[in-house]
């Protein structure tokens, strides 16, 4: 791959937008839903799953001298990858869409759910997510009805995972951008006010907001190992105003300014800047590659801020929204929390 195209696409700038480089990869989502609905029965229906191999089992080459564990469950909720202009007008995508689902696991599952398996077992159902569209239409009730089926999906498969495999072991939820908007309801429904937060390790709500009167109970964590607790980031680059705040729509579903925010950095809720030496390693567009010390973290605004990361030609990367990025930029540190929580766990 030339300079320049490398260039293009890291930190993913193509992983959840460009799906035709996926379609070698489609013979292999050959399945079909008489229902148009997903059967969770079927391991099809889950993008990631123990019983078989799929991208999230991946461990990048310097890794792999990792112990691994299965002692906890993860719940992964993946983010959208419905982005297609000429699909605008489609609010839901088709579960059984092949190059979708190729897009799908070889984006998202294999460079962010594959973050939690040295301790995890990973569970990620296929849904029938909402278009990226509709996070920014102006039919709210069109938008509704989409986020509804996506949703339904989403229930099923939790209701479905916790009756045949979870047996009472300890769970994470997780998710990024629509997949965490989706784990929020979820855990509201599920975990809030529940005998099942007992089992609950953490929430990894990322790429989405935590408004501060969404939870009653559930809490975001002050530290690194704290469990029970909520943990919740949205990436920018210092000094970028996202179009949200400015306009102060509070119609948007983005447009959430009293919210909760976590530093990846140091698991602190507080705005101190964390230096980038504590970064200590990013999974860009080389899943095998790792870059340390690319970027620092602050909190500000209830946002996460980061300087310009920095990384081999980086002077040539000028997108100032890292949303795409949120796990990317901070793989190592991901990786290294989700063990010391369950620790944490598993000691009280």
């Known amino acids: 791959m030339g300079k320049r195209s490398f260039f293009i696409g890291l930190i993913g700038f193509c992983l959840f937008s460009c799906s035709s480089k996926y379609s070698t990869f489609s013979s292999q989502y050959n399945f079909k839903s008489e229902s148009g609905k997903p059967g969770f029965q079927d391991l099809d229906y889950w993008a990631a799953h123990p019983w078989k191999w799929d991208p999230s089992d991946s461990i990048p080459a310097p890794l792999r001298t990792e112990l691994q564990d299965s002692l906890v469950d993860v719940f992964f909720l993946h983010p959208t990858t419905f982005t297609a202009k000429k699909d605008k007008h489609i609010s839901n995508a088709l579960i059984d869409d092949e190059s979708l689902n190729a897009k799908t696991d070889y984006t998202t599952i294999l460079f962010q759910a594959s973050v939690f398996n040295q301790h995890c077992r990973i569970f990620a159902p296929r849904y029938r997510q909402a278009h990226i569209n509709n996070f920014y239409s102006t039919d709210k009730e069109k938008a509704a009805a989409a986020f509804e089926i996506a949703y339904e999906d989403v229930k099923n498969s939790f209701a479905y995972y916790m009756k045949t495999w979870n047996k009472g072991r300890p769970i994470i939820i997780a998710g990024h951008s629509q997949g965490a908007f989706l784990a929020e309801r979820l855990l509201k429904e599920f975990f809030e006010g529940k005998e099942l937060i007992k089992q609950l390790v953490a929430a990894y709500i990322i790429g989405w907001p935590v408004p501060k009167n969404y939870f009653t109970s559930l809490k975001m964590c002050d530290d690194a190992s704290q469990t029970g607790c909520l943990i919740s980031w949205r990436t920018y680059r210092t000094g970028f105003i996202p179009s949200y705040l ?76 890292y949303h795409i990025a949120d796990i990317n930029l901070f793989y190592i540190n991901i990786r290294e929390n989700v063990e010391q929580r369950i620790n944490a766990f598993l000691m009280n």
């Open 246 to 321: 400015k306009n102060k729509n509070p119609d948007n579903l983005f447009g959430q300014t009293n919210t909760y925010v976590t530093n990846p950095l140091n698991w602190k809720t507080t705005e101190e800047n964390v230096a980038k030496k504590f970064n200590k390693g990013s999974v860009l567009t080389k899943f095998n590659k790792l870059y340390k010390q690319v970027s620092n973290a602050k909190i500000e605004n209830g946002l996460l801020y980061v300087n310009k990361p920095k990384f081999p030609w980086s002077f040539l990367y000028f997108t100032k929204n």
